[in-house]
């Protein structure tokens, strides 16, 4: 399928071309006018690998000694818990925020401009991401955009041929999820076009989550309906055509938004870096990290079984991380230009696990992944609580 029919498709054109406010440059006064001139100077005229402009947001960010983050999700960063989150990072070492942009149903979490392609799955969430995103400029506080690429409840159910079909109708798991599918082009464009915008809002970084298939794929890519776009001619077997696919959409994600200066970071699971690559999902660990700028593995030592030694790693948070760290040291030490990494760490009790097996989590258990990680030379972490809930009192820098 052509550039300019996936494009089309996806509701992109005019959107992913050079940027309107470029910082040097007076050919730019002769670029803007048309939407598909736009789109034909990008892909014709300028050199995929060296865009001539740079989008200005107009907003100003430097990126902190190390990252150290929380998840803020779409209702919070739109609502008074927003100022609370702003004051624990003020009274504390943390300096980052993981907003949602799109989130795990697929809903863009601010009302787009009408006439943006994302303006139907628009939620008000965010009621004014760009005064937000100012406040954070103010407050010197890191903006990351997270956007979950492949779990997509919503496109899915607005166009079944973009998701994974069973019976006639849309597969979802166990949790009621659907998922689009990562080896169509349409859908790459669909979610980078969400970044691009995100971007242009003021977003230093984007997150991409769910780069994958769902879990457990291998079981099942025979049984469901989906097509291969590209890869269906691939001499390569289904294990490695995912691999691809998911490998692909980052570096393509990337390139396309090298333009906007923004940087672009995955979240992974973190027992992919034990592993070749995961066969169902077509997460390769080294792969993917050659691809970005920042690795975030998620490394939440409850969701780890007896990996490494440890019978019940909830109760080894030091530990469990720094087993880990080992392993993803070794891996990225073997790539040329390895990213950065800043694995997502655990402040939340797991009793879901049941009595024996997990721990309440507090200042002590957050701190001993915080140390496990400085003490394998890794400085930057992010913190998930899905309420936005965080410990009081805790050391984010034991080294200082």
Do not use: C
């Amino acid at each position: 399928m052509k550039v300019k029919k996936i494009l089309a498709t996806a509701g992109l054109i005019g959107m992913i071309a050079l940027p309107a406010q470029p910082v040097s440059g007076k050919a730019s006064d002769q670029v803007h006018t048309n939407p598909q001139r736009q789109l034909a100077v990008e892909l014709k005229t300028v050199p995929v690998d060296s865009p001539r402009f740079v989008y200005d947001s107009g907003l100003k960010f430097e990126y902190p000694d190390a990252v150290r983050g929380i998840y803020v999700t779409g209702h919070s960063a739109g609502g008074s818990r927003f100022n609370e989150l702003v004051k624990l990072i003020e009274t504390t070492d943390l300096n980052a925020m993981v907003i949602d942009i799109k989130d795990d149903w697929g809903n863009v979490t601010y009302k787009a401009d009408k006439d943006s392609p994302y303006a139907g799955i628009g939620q008000s969430y965010i009621e004014n991401p760009r005064e937000m995103l100012k406040t954070m400029e103010e407050k010197q506080i890191y903006p990351i955009a997270r956007i979950v690429v492949f779990k997509d409840s919503l496109l899915a159910k607005k166009s079944p041929d973009l998701s994974f079909q069973q019976g006639g109708k849309v597969w979802v798991n166990n949790r009621k999820e659907a998922f689009v599918n990562p080896f169509l082009k349409e859908v790459w464009d669909y979610n980078v076009g969400i970044a691009i915008e995100a971007a242009k809002l003021g977003f230093k970084e984007i997150q991409f989550d769910y780069v994958r298939f769902p879990e457990g794929f291998e079981k099942r890519d025979q049984q469901l309906q989906y097509g291969m776009g590209e890869y269906e001619n691939m001499k390569e077997d289904n294990v490695q055509k995912r691999v691809h696919a998911v490998t692909d959409f980052v570096a393509y994600a990337r390139e396309k938004l090298k333009p906007y200066g923004a940087k672009v970071s995955v979240d992974i699971f973190g027992y992919t870096a034990t592993l070749p690559e995961a066969p169902g999902i077509g997460q390769n660990f080294s792969k993917i990290s050659e691809n970005v700028d920042v690795i975030s593995s998620m490394i939440y030592p409850s969701h780890w079984t007896s990996y490494f030694g440890i019978a019940k790693p909830d109760l080894e948070p030091y530990k469990l991380v720094h087993e880990y760290a080992k392993v993803e040291n070794a891996k990225l030490s073997k790539l040329e230009n390895p990213p950065v990494s800043r694995p997502w760490i655990q402040d939340f009790t797991a009793s879901y696990l049941g009595s024996g097996n997990y721990k309440v989590y507090g200042k002590a258990e957050v701190e001993a992944q915080i140390k496990a990680l400085y003490d394998s030379g890794i400085k930057e972490f992010l913190l998930w609580n899905a309420g936005n809930t965080y410990t009081k009192n805790v050391d984010y820098t034991p080294d200082q």
